[in-house]
């Protein structure tokens, strides 16, 4: 064998990978379906301002942070503690507050040890990370897998749960607002002015992380594009060739997951009490987004996003029948 081509899988099998995309977009389906050989150990999103402080050392101020070279400096070393498996117990502890904290810290406690004993993969699912993906890429040397969903199923998830935004967490880094996101400033001081509209909000949300998705793509093209219709409609297929360009072992267990998780027996909507639950079925939720919307409000999301969607889904459809 070609020695640079024996090095270059060696290198290939110890990157960590980030699943990234807007959220509700999928990213915890295809984390926990890349999860799920036993080759890497799963890393729930560290850029949530939730996060557990276990897992990632440093405060994230703001949802969606951007990190460049010229901002993470206070970044970079909880990153690296984060990737080595370097668990920070005391400050879990310090911030426990229910005995559900407790629990999920001996989650990530045991998925830390394990990764670290068994040598596995970082596999960080962080919806929240997407603005940051260069950073990543250059600091950290992830492969990075992005997830795209319709801008009207997107939406209409949104509206589903009622998850509106605050842009003033885009608004408020400099760098992200001057690097990634000018043309959009306006846009967003005007919805600050009314009340919340989930429509509006998710459909501008969509076209600023897609077009950012777009340009790194572009300058980055090892970057891994993942429509979620593709995964759901041939998800053995579409994680089967997943898999392979991670250089992970696609095994009949693994297949029996992804079976089990997008089984016809499942429901096709999830209960509002778990919507991070990976058991759906995945072709008939395909459809969900024709229920929920109205005609209006499928007018209305085509009209902001169209020209961008057309460039990941050159057939898209619009039709609600």
């Known amino acids: 064998m070609n020695p640079s081509l024996m090095n270059s899988k060696i290198h290939k099998h110890s990157q960590p990978i980030l699943v990234t995309g807007a959220h509700r977009t999928g990213t915890t389906w295809v984390g926990k379906?890349?999860?799920?050989?036993?080759?890497?150990?799963?890393?729930?999103?560290?850029?949530?301002?939730?996060?557990?402080?276990?897992?990632?050392?440093?405060?994230v101020?703001?949802?969606?942070?951007?990190?460049?070279?010229?901002?993470?400096a206070n970044y970079t070393k909880a990153f690296q503690e984060t990737l080595t498996f370097n668990y920070h117990l005391g400050l879990e502890l310090l911030s426990l507050r229910s005995i559900k904290d407790f629990l999920r810290m001996n989650r990530d406690g045991l998925i830390f040890l394990r990764g670290k004993l068994s040598r596995q993969r970082p596999l960080l699912k962080d919806p929240f990370a997407v603005f940051s993906i260069p950073w990543l890429i250059n600091q950290h040397n992830f492969q990075v897998v992005v997830t795209i969903r319709h801008p009207a199923a997107f939406v209409s998830s949104l509206k589903r749960l009622d998850w509106t935004f605050d842009f003033r967490h885009l608004l408020q880094q400099p760098l992200l607002m001057t690097d990634r996101l000018g043309a959009y400033k306006q846009q967003m001081i005007a919805l600050l002015q009314d009340p919340p509209n989930v429509i509006v909000q998710g459909s501008l949300l969509w076209q600023m992380v897609y077009d950012t998705v777009n340009a790194y793509h572009q300058e980055y093209p090892e970057i891994q594009l993942v429509r979620h219709e593709d995964l759901a409609f041939l998800p053995v297929e579409g994680y089967s060739q997943l898999y392979q360009s991670l250089?992970?072992?696609?095994?009949?267990?693994?297949?029996?997951?992804?079976?089990?998780?997008?089984?016809?027996?499942?429901p096709?909507?999830?209960?509002?009490?778990?919507?991070?639950?990976?058991?759906?079925?995945?072709?008939?939720s395909l459809e969900n987004w024709k229920r929920r919307l109205t005609a209006q409000e499928i007018n209305d999301i085509r009209k902001s996003t169209e020209e961008l969607a057309s460039y990941y889904y050159p057939e898209i459809t619009w039709d609600n029948q």
């Open 33 to 59: 379906m890349l999860n799920a050989s036993g080759e890497t150990a799963y890393i729930s999103e560290p850029f949530n301002l939730w996060h557990r402080r276990g897992v990632f050392g440093a405060k």
């Open 61 to 72: 101020q703001h949802w969606y942070t951007y990190l460049c070279e010229q901002n993470a």
């Open 247 to 266: 250089g992970l072992q696609f095994s009949p267990a693994v297949e029996k997951t992804i079976k089990h998780s997008s089984s016809s027996e499942n």
């Open 268 to 284: 096709s909507e999830l209960n509002r009490k778990k919507v991070h639950s990976v058991r759906l079925d995945s072709r008939a």
